[in-house]
Nanobody
Framework: QVQLVESGGGLVQAGGSLRLSCAAS????????MGWFRQAPGKEREFVAA????????YLSDSVKGRFTISRDNAKNTVALQMNSLKPEDTAVYYC??????????????????WGQGTQVTVSS
């Protein structure tokens, strides 16, 4: 069983930066991917970024590419999402997720078994 706890959300002005962190308790299998998803009010949860726990390979959605970076620290069992050049449309609840996602399914919610409780990110214009 893996438990995920996010932190680092908050209120920031457009153009600013935030760093989200996800702390995992329990064993993360080397075959797992760790991802970040977000859900804005009235919208479906969408993929943001993911990283392979074993190789560190990353995949980002087109909407955040060039602005966001995902990284992991295997020793500390943490995953981070560095968000720069934030825009009002980035406002959402951000969720950390983990599961046996492959590079084909890495953007799919159902590929992730474990989810955090979410952290609110609000970007003001």
């Amino acid at each position: 069983q893996v438990q995920l706890v996010e932190s680092g959300g908050g209120l920031v002005q457009a153009g600013g930066s935030l760093r989200l962190s996800c702390a995992a308790s329990g064993r993360i299998f080397s075959s797992y991917a760790m991802g970040w998803f977000r859900q804005a009010p009235g919208k479906e949860r969408e993929f943001v970024a993911a990283i392979s726990w074993s190789t560190g390979g990353t995949y980002l959605s087109d909407s955040v590419k060039g602005r966001f970076t995902i990284s992991r620290d295997n020793a500390k069992n943490t995953v981070a999402l560095q968000m720069n050049s934030l825009k009002p449309e980035d406002t959402a609840v951000y969720y950390c997720a983990g599961g046996p996602a492959t590079w084909i399914t890495i953007t799919t919610l159902s590929s992730y078994n474990y989810w955090g409780q979410g952290t609110q990110v609000t970007v003001s214009s």
